[in-house]
């Protein structure tokens, strides 16, 4: 493993199941986030990491679930997907929290609900 | 309401010539600002930053300019090459050490011609 790793890469999934998109770096940092990007839109932060053991909501936390147990794990829930939720989700990390560190970005994972 | 505007969604130039992409804030408390490019199918890649105590960042064939006072920045690239082709990501964040990511502008296509 080198840089971020995601799970799946692609999935389609019915509308009401739930839902969980791995993601794992390897690089020990630790702060860790979550970007959905819809077409027209950018990309926008749904949750974020500062460190493991703690979570925040970003601009678009609706729906969505995360946990971060340990530093190189950060897995984002879908409790009851909608078809709104359909977009591409992209995990990123940092090296440290604060405005600036550069992140990177994991090859992202394309959800259709259905 | 967009904090992080990029008003081109796409911008054709030939190769050899320089690329100029242009970014719009509206928060003033955005400190640090990033540019990232990305290919079809693969997560943003990190290109470039610069924090507002500058006006210039240079790096190679990119060169990131802030205007504070017009809460506008861009990034050059010269020469333009076709691997240059890419979608390119204005991003900003506030400073405050806190983790509470990145906001992108919706993206600017460039497209390199021979």
């Known amino acids: 493993i080198a840089g971020i790793t995601q799970a799946p890469t692609s999935q389609i999934l019915a509308a009401g199941r739930r839902m969980t998109l791995r993601c794992t770096q390897d690089?020990?940092?630790?702060?860790m986030y979550w970007y959905r990007q819809d077409l027209g839109l950018g990309l926008r932060l749904i949750h974020y990491?500062?460190?493991?053991?703690?979570?925040g909501k970003g601009e678009v936390p609706d729906g969505y679930s995360v946990s971060r147990a340990n530093t190189d794990d950060f897995p984002l829930t879908l409790a009851s997907a909608v078809p709104s939720q359909t977009s591409v989700y992209f995990c990123a990390s940092s090296e440290v929290a604060g405005a600036y560190n550069e992140q990177f970005f994991g090859p992202g994972t394309r959800l259709t609900v259905l | 309401d967009q904090q992080v505007k990029q008003n081109s969604p796409s911008l054709s130039v030939q190769e050899g010539r320089i690329s100029i992409l242009n970014c719009d804030y509206t928060n003033s408390m955005f400190d640090y600002f990033l540019w990232y490019k990305k290919y079809p199918a693969e997560g943003p890649t990190f290109l470039i930053s610069i924090s507002s105590i500058k006006d210039k960042n240079e790096d190679g064939r990119f060169t990131v300019f802030l205007n504070k006072s017009a809460k506008h920045l861009s990034l050059h690239i010269v020469p333009s090459q076709p691997g240059d082709s890419a979608v390119y990501f204005c991003?900003?964040?506030?400073?405050?050490?806190?983790?509470?990511?990145?906001?992108f502008g919706k993206g600017t296509h460039l497209i390199i011609q021979p």
């Open positions: 690089m020990r940092h630790n702060a």
């Open positions: 990491s500062n460190t493991a053991g703690t979570t």
């Open positions: 991003a900003a964040s506030r400073g405050g050490g806190g983790a509470d990511g990145l906001t």
